[in-house]
């Protein structure tokens, strides 16, 4: 039996652009021909709002699955894609506890700010805590909202550095794009393919394909070991 891979946005913090990642790397993901599906756990639904302002059929389902029961529920869902991406909710609950269980890689999406910084602490504290008990687990910071050229642009990475967890070696910058893209419910990817924008998108999908293809030897690992 194929196991779909999960990544999931998460961070407790509002207005890091969980759902803007979310939608723009599934996008990528499908683009490159894998099965992707969607999961909107956000009880304020961003993405399944995204996708209903599309025009043209989506290029990947989205299933709205707000429930701290969702580590439980993912395997009946996911049984025909090779992605499973996850669009957290903002907040530091049972659900998000049920999707780090249901992850195989957490995304953390960071913005370069010291707030964003500081705040970031709960949600690595619950992941770290999660970890004792999910080995395999794969967790990452994603900069997020980057001001190009500027020096808290720059002193993020230095700032998160101070935490346990990987900054991804590619990050994405403040563009109008991305508003741009989102109102017509598609992604950077489709409206502008050669963009700077659509080059960050990919990038980013490119690193966390290179991370997943070390977490995906982990959770083998796991497998065979649990088989014995």
């Known amino acids: 039996m ?3 891979f999960v990544i999931a946005f998460l961070n407790q913090k509002g207005g890091v652009g969980k759902t803007t990642l979310s939608c723009n790397v599934a ?3 499908a683009l490159s021909e894998a099965r992707v599906l969607l999961i909107d756990a956000d009880p304020q639904h961003g993405a399944l709002t995204w996708q209903e302002h599309r025009a043209t059929p989506p290029l990947f389902p989205i299933v709205g699955l707000p429930t701290d029961k969702l580590h439980r529920e993912i395997p009946t869902h996911a049984a025909h894609y090779d992605y499973v991406v996850i669009d957290a909710p903002p907040q530091v609950n049972t659900i998000a506890r049920s999707i780090i269980l249901a992850s195989d890689l957490i995304l953390i999406p960071v913005q370069p700010s ?3 910084v500081w705040s970031a602490k709960a949600i690595v504290d619950l992941v770290t805590e999660a970890s004792t008990f999910k ?3 794969k967790t990452a910071f994603v900069v997020n909202r980057k001001i190009t050229n500027t020096a808290i642009g720059r002193d993020v990475f230095t700032a998160l550095g101070n935490y346990p967890f990987p900054i991804l070696p590619a990050s994405v ?3 109008v794009a991305f508003a741009e893209s989102a109102a017509l419910g598609q992604s950077v990817l489709e409206v502008d ?3 700077a924008a659509a080059q960050e998108i990919r990038t980013v999908t490119h ?5 997943m ?3 995906e030897k982990d959770r083998t690992g796991h497998r065979h070991e649990a088989a014995r």
Not at 207 to 211: G, H, I, R, V, W
């Open 2 to 4: 194929a196991f779909a």
């Open 27 to 29: 996008t990528a993901l």
């Open 114 to 116: 010291p707030h964003d």
């Open 135 to 137: 080995e395999s687990l």
């Open 173 to 175: 910058a403040q563009r």
């Open 193 to 195: 393919p050669t963009g």
């Open 207 to 211: 690193a966390l394909l290179e991370m």
């Open 213 to 215: 293809t070390h977490a």
